[in-house]
């Protein structure tokens, strides 16, 4: 079963505007990853953020995370073409041996 | 350069029949685990392993079976008695257990069931 959702489904913005997404999850994680995958290809790794930070950043990404309300962000500053894909979070937890995708974001940005 | 070479790319499979997909890593990472993934879906876990000649089932393992023989390689079978296999199928390793970092994918392959 999933464990992160999401929000919102699909989002389009323009070229150089600044694209947030949200992710909602039910259950105590360990750690929440963010990861992108371009159409028909594999998932790429962005940043992972433990229970224990608030915020994070690498480059354009901003990933902040509220335990107490269970959700993260996702901030990608000065967006380009190149960052359309679609955006997953993923959660795991120190009892088990799985990791939660949710269902993304696609993110379009127009040139 | 190191990385998970998924093969195929594209597979299409007759009803009844079984299908092997590849996964190899050269990361030297000891878990290994394959994802299904549904349009408009995320990822949901087939099977993992931790270890050789270990592996475990995940939340959707009716209808496939994997092996782990060597630490570079995790295979998955599509067998004949996955009633739904036409998906996009993303394998992944990650270095140590699945709650200590990142995980890497494949570039994954596509089944499609004529």
């Known amino acids: 079963s999933q464990q992160g959702e999401e929000d919102p489904q699909a989002l389009s913005i323009q070229e150089g505007e600044n694209a947030t997404m949200n992710c909602s999850y039910k259950?105590?994680?360990?750690?929440l990853q963010w990861y992108r995958q371009n159409s028909g290809r594999g998932l790429v790794h962005l940043i992972l953020i433990r229970s224990n930070e608030r915020e994070k950043h690498s480059g354009r990404l901003r990933v902040t995370l509220d335990t107490s309300k269970k959700s993260s962000s996702l901030l990608i500053t000065a967006s380009r073409a190149a960052d359309t894909a679609s955006y997953f979070c993923?959660?795991?937890?120190?009892?088990?041996?799985?990791?939660?995708f949710g269902a993304g974001t696609r993110l379009t940005v127009k040139p | 350069d190191g990385g998970i070479t998924q093969s195929p790319k594209y597979l299409f499979r007759k009803e009844g029949q079984n299908v092997t997909l590849s996964c190899e890593q050269n990361l030297n990472h000891d878990a290994m685990y394959w994802y299904r993934q549904d349009p408009g879906q995320g990822l949901r876990l087939i099977y993992y392993s931790q270890i050789v000649n270990d592996f475990q089932k995940g939340d959707i393992a009716e209808g496939y079976s994997v092996s782990r023989e060597k630490k570079e390689s995790f295979p998955l079978t599509v067998t004949s008695a996955q009633k739904n296999p036409t998906a996009f199928y993303l394998c992944?390793?990650?270095?140590?257990?699945?709650?200590?970092?990142?995980?890497?994918f494949g570039e994954g392959s596509r089944l499609t069931v004529l």
């Open positions: 993923a959660t795991d937890s120190y009892n088990n041996n799985d990791m939660r």
């Open positions: 992944a390793s990650s270095r140590g257990a699945i709650n200590t970092g990142e995980l890497f």
């Open positions: 259950t105590s994680i360990n750690n």
